[in-house]
Every structure is written in C-alpha cells, then in structure tokens.
C-alpha cells in the first residue's frame, strides 16, 4: 500500500532528512552558528540623528512601554531591553538613514510579514500596518516626519524582539503550564544580538535562520506546516455526511466523492488509484486510503468509518494548521543541544524511542502513559541514572489511601493475598501479614507504607529505569501487556509502562560490560533485586506533540489528551504580553 506523504516536491525534501525523529543531534546554539552568518556590512550613512524633542519622543514611549500604532501595544515587558538598545545608538535610529528605512530594516519586514511560515502570526508582528509605515518615509512622501521616523523605528524594533524571541524560545513559559523545560538559560541578549547579528548585515534571513530550534523534527513540521497551509487554501471544507451506523468496506455512503477528493489531496489516495468518482461504494483502493488516515490519526486501521474516524475526516485543514502551530511552540522550548542517544517520550503519540550515538533510530516501541484528568505523566527532560532489576514497588501515598485502605478494611489480610507488605519509613518489614488496627491508623497517617514485592505479578514488572525528578515519574515493565495493543494508551498512574523493557534494558547498558540480553533476562526472571548504574547517563525527554512528522514525510495527528494545546491556544489568544 503506498503510504500517506505530502505532495512529492516536499516530500522529498523531507526525504532528505535522516536524523533522528523527534530529538535529532542540535547541529549547534545559536549564538555559536553566529559565526556562520554573513559579515557585517557597513551602511552608507550612520543611524539616523534625532533632535532633542525626537529623543525625548523615542524615550517618553520606551519609558510608558506602550505604542498606541503596534498590534499589540504594550511592550512594557522589553522596555528594559528596547531602551539599552537605544542607548548603544545614543538615542538615535539604527533602523532609518538619511530618513529612509535601511535595506535590512525593509529585508526583516518582509520576514515579519512571512511570519506565518514559521508557525507564528504574521499579525503579531504588525503585518498590516508596516505598508503604511514604509509610505510615509518613502522619498519624496509628502508628510513624512521626524515623529514618523521614531514611531517606525521603535515599532520595529519592538517587533523584531518579540520575533526572534518567539522563534527562539516560544511566546509563553513553558513553566506556565508546569512543564519542567526552562528557557531561561536559552534567552539572547536581544540588544546586543540585534545589534550584531540583524541590524547591519548583508542578509537579514540568513542571520535568523538560525535562532531556529536545529532539530530535525521541528524541521519537518515546519515543511509539512508549508504544505498545509496550501492544502487548506485547496480543500472546499465539505463535511461528510452524517452516519447511523460504522461505514464498512463494501457498503454505500453517499459521502464517497468527498472522500475521494479528501484523502487524495491529504496525500492518503495515490494520484492514479482506480477509484469511481461518481460511485458511491465504499471500498477498493479508497478502503486502502482511509486505513492510513487512521494509522496517521491515531486510530485503529481497520477501514471502517465510525464516528471517531468520521470526526477526523471532518476535521478542517485549518485545524490541523493550528495543530502545528502550537506543536512548533513547545518545540522551541526544547533544550538548544539534547545531549548524546537521548531516550524521547511522546505523551499523546504513546511512544518511545531511543536514537543511537550517530542519531538514528535504534529503537521504538508502544509505551502507556498517565489518565487523562486525574494522571497526567509530566513534561520534563532529565537523565537516567541506573537501572533496578525485579524492584520493589514502593505504592505512593495517594494510591494507598484511595485504593488499597479501603480493601484493607474489608480485608486486613489483602496485601498478603495480593503479595504486599507493610514497612516503616527505613522499609522494614512490619507485622507478620495480617494489617492489625494500629498499622491500619498508621498506614491512614502515613506512618507506614505499602510495598508490593518483586516478582512477575509486581505492578513495576521486572525491571524499571530511574532519571531521579521532582514527580517521581520512571519507565518500567508491567505485567498488564494487553494495554500495548489499544490505540489510545492513557492507563498508569503517570509513570511510563514499556512495551519491551528488556530491549530498552540492553540499549541503556550497551556501555556497561557484559549486559546482553540473556544477562539482562537472567537479572529479570532471577531472584534478587540488582541496581545497575549506567556507565553513561542517558538523556530522557518526556514531550507533548499532537503533530510528527516522521522521516518518511507522513505527517501524523495525535488527539490533544490532556487539554495542552487547549491551554495554549488560550493563552495565545490574549496577545503580547506572554506569560513569562
């Protein structure tokens, strides 16, 4: 079956780029790659002078950190910066010489208005109203001014923050949404950055290009985004008609042509399938076509049209845009360089994978991931430090309160039954079994705790792998493997649950001597409980993306499980300023 691509002059683009899916090697931060730009050139004229009463105009606005002509008016979160950018130009205007606006003021708004083609709005950044400006300090315009002048040249440089800000790190704080990511420590000196890199060089595009996140994931989103923005401005939004019952293979549904001309354009129906257009059977080669829309979708693909597929098919391509979009932004919250085969897990993907010293693939596989609503597993990243072979599941508190307490009650010789025990806070063993009264109370006031024993049944499995956090969040083993098999994995409590741990076991360990895999299942299936550290700590990105593009070229869309792209369209909407 020929799989779903975008059309073939980006798809082969996108063929290309081999590395790896979602945390391919960071080729290099910015602030190094400056070095690549394109020298400096030197401009005819120095930034234009400005009177006192300019000065005083260019100061009173950047003090109110508020310009009554910008989309989003109130910059009072860059006045600092605004100002010591002014400053190093002695209040005069870096953007505007000889009253005209300089060719790299004119090349960075072009890229302002281009904005959308990185996932951002090109209206945030005045895309409207920078026609206007430009008029007004054209040669020869007949009301042009010095107060025009400063009201151009500080909105520009107002906008060309925010932009190469938002490009680099994101709008909003990821700590916003308690997502443990911090970009901090990824900010630029934006005077200072504009004022080398942007404000005289030769090629303004060039020298942003690479405030960009370099991972080759985001990359690909960023094509396939490119790409659907034209497919959207093709499609004509018709809605499939309604159903009663699941659309089989075989049946008649009058919303064939539609689909024919849906799944054609999104790339799931080759060009020259043999397909009835004005047929109204469901099946052949269209059947083929809607199996890899739901493989794309997250979905079961058994070619039946059931609500939930119906819903998608349904789902405007703007929507999808809009799912890029905000995929792009928690993508440039992602560390600048993540380190050496790091281990990447996508919640809403409910998968994992593990990329090789040369950043290609070595191994993916299904993974279960915290209930939506009441378990989210968290956003983090950090590193893996060891490895336990058959732990001990120490039950954390809350669990223990709401779901074994209760049986303990009907029951004080459940944890037996079920291969538990009860042990103080130094994890001694207490009592001989049966849950006396006392150790009830003790147990209710977190005196005591809940401990599962090793062993095949154990809720951990047979080995689990620790990245010391703040949520006490792991990836381990389970013996509940039926879970791996559904399309929609939201089961655990918020740790990780692996589809083949043991394989996992021998990549983390392929630097400690000795650990193949019947050395790893000799620890998993023996009798005691074994920590192994890692000869070499190993990056673990836990990420949400609702959007992969993966290096074939098919772009695949998750549902938004825990409400996150929700939350940031949101907050999106209520324009600059972000949450910092």
């Given amino acids: 079956m020929k799989q779903s691509r975008v059309p073939k002059g980006v798809a082969f683009v996108l063929l290309l780029v081999t590395l790896a899916l979602l945390c391919g090697h960071a080729i290099g931060s910015a602030r190094r790659a400056r070095t690549q730009a394109e020298t400096p050139t030197k401009s005819a004229a120095p930034p234009q002078p400005l009177s006192p009463e300019g000065q005083a105009a260019l100061l009173a606005a950047i003090e109110a950190g508020n310009l009554p002509e910008l989309r989003w008016p109130d910059f009072s979160d860059y006045s600092k910066l605004v100002k010591e950018f002014y400053g190093a130009y002695g209040n005069s205007l870096p953007w505007v010489r000889g009253m005209e606006p300089t060719a790299q003021a004119q090349q960075a708004i072009t890229l302002l208005m281009n904005a959308g083609q990185k996932g951002l709005s090109a209206e945030d950044y005045d895309a409207l109203r920078w026609g206007d400006r430009l008029a007004k300090l054209k040669v020869g315009a007949p009301q042009s001014s010095e107060a025009d002048a400063v009201r151009f040249d500080l909105a520009l440089t107002v906008c060309v923050m925010r932009y190469v800000s938002d490009l680099h790190i994101g709008r909003v704080n990821p700590k916003h949404f308690e997502f443990d990511l911090d970009v901090q420590a990824k900010k630029y000196d934006l005077p200072e950055f504009l004022k080398q890199n942007v404000v005289d060089v030769s090629d303004v595009a060039v020298a942003l290009a690479q ?244 062993g095949p049944k154990n809720s951990l499995g047979l080995v689990k792998f620790i990245f010391p956090n703040n949520y006490n969040i792991y990836m381990h083993d389970t013996p509940e493997q039926e879970f791996f098999s559904k399309s929609r994995r939201d089961f655990s409590h918020g740790c990780i649950r692996l589809e083949r741990p043991a394989d996992v076991a021998v990549w983390v360990l392929r630097d400690n001597p000795g650990w193949d895999m019947d050395h790893v299942r000799a620890a998993m299936n023996g009798t005691a409980t074994q920590q192994v550290n890692l000869a070499h700590p190993i990056p673990v990105l836990i990420l949400y993306a609702t959007v992969i593009v993966t290096e074939d070229g098919q772009v695949h869309f998750y549902d938004d499980i825990y409400g996150h792209d929700a939350a940031l369209e949101k907050v999106l909407a209520k324009g600059y300023p972000y949450p910092g």
């Fill in 211 to 454: 405030v960009e996140p370099q991972y080759p994931g985001y990359r690909r989103t960023i094509q396939a985004l490119n790409v659907y923005l034209g497919l959207a401005g093709k499609d004509d939004g018709e809605h499939l008609p309604a159903i009663t019952k699941a659309i089989a293979p075989g049946d008649a549904y009058p919303g064939v042509p539609r689909l024919i001309r849906l799944l054609t354009l999104v790339g799931d129906l080759p060009a020259g399938a043999t397909v009835a257009a004005d047929g109204n059977v469901y099946q052949g080669a269209l059947v083929d076509a809607v199996k890899n829309f739901q493989r794309r979708h997250g979905r079961d693909p058994d070619g039946r049209i059931d609500a939930r597929t119906l819903a998608d098919l349904n789902m405007p391509l703007n929507s999808r845009v809009r799912q890029m979009q905000l995929t792009l932004e928690r993508w440039r919250w992602l560390p600048l360089e993540y380190g050496k085969s790091p281990i990447v897990a996508n919640i809403p993907e409910f998968r994992l994978r593990a990329y090789d010293e040369n950043f290609k693939i070595a191994l993916s596989m299904n993974v279960v991931v915290g209930k939506a609503f009441d378990h989210n597993t968290p956003v983090f990243s950090n590193t893996m430090q060891y490895v336990v072979f058959r732990p001990y599941w120490s039950v954390p508190y809350s669990i223990a309160r709401s779901e074994f307490l209760p049986r303990i009650v009907k029951d004080p010789d459940y944890l037996t039954k079920k291969g538990f025990e009860v042990v103080n806070s130094r994890q001694d063993v207490v009592g001989s079994g049966t849950v006396t009264g006392d150790e009830l109370e003790q147990l209710r006031a977190g005196k005591l705790f809940v401990r599962q024993k090793p």
